[in-house]
Nanobody, 121 residues
Framework: QVVLVESGGGLVQAGGSLRLSCAAS????????MGWYRQTRGKQRELVAD???????KYLDSVKGRFTISRDNAKNAVHLQMNSLKFEDTAVYYC???????????????WGKGTLVSVSS
């Protein structure tokens, strides 16, 4: 019913920048929160940044001041600008959205398939 497609991952040197994008499509009525999570092998998935439909944001402490999340409600898209990347930012990054699907009266979480961000030291 709803598909999230991420783009923008890749390999970058420490100190560099990447911009991740995610677009949601399908039978979408509204989207509440949109966010980015990341996961490395052997660790739990963690929230990196989240943005509510009204624009309120929250960030993982370790990325504050370096990452910026934004969204385009008209395009059902969310972006993550990542600057001053560090080796420890290396992970698979997943897009997440809480979607109100046509015909339902509650939000459901959807996930993208993930995009790899590799930061070389």
């Amino acid at each position: 019913q709803v598909v999230l497609v991420e783009s923008g991952g890749g390999l970058v040197q420490a100190g560099g920048s990447l911009r991740l994008s995610c677009a949601a499509s399908g039978s979408i009525r509204t989207i509440n929160h949109m966010g980015w999570y990341r996961q490395t092998r052997g660790k739990q998935r963690e929230l990196v940044a989240d943005i509510a439909s009204g624009g309120v944001t929250k960030y993982l402490d370790s990325v504050k001041g370096r990452f910026t999340i934004s969204r385009d409600n008209a395009k059902n898209a969310v972006h993550l600008q990542m600057n001053s990347l560090k080796f420890e930012d290396t992970a698979v990054y997943y897009c997440n959205a809480d979607v109100r699907v046509d015909g339902f009266d509650y939000d459901m979480p959807y996930w993208g398939k993930g995009t790899l961000v590799s930061v070389s030291s």
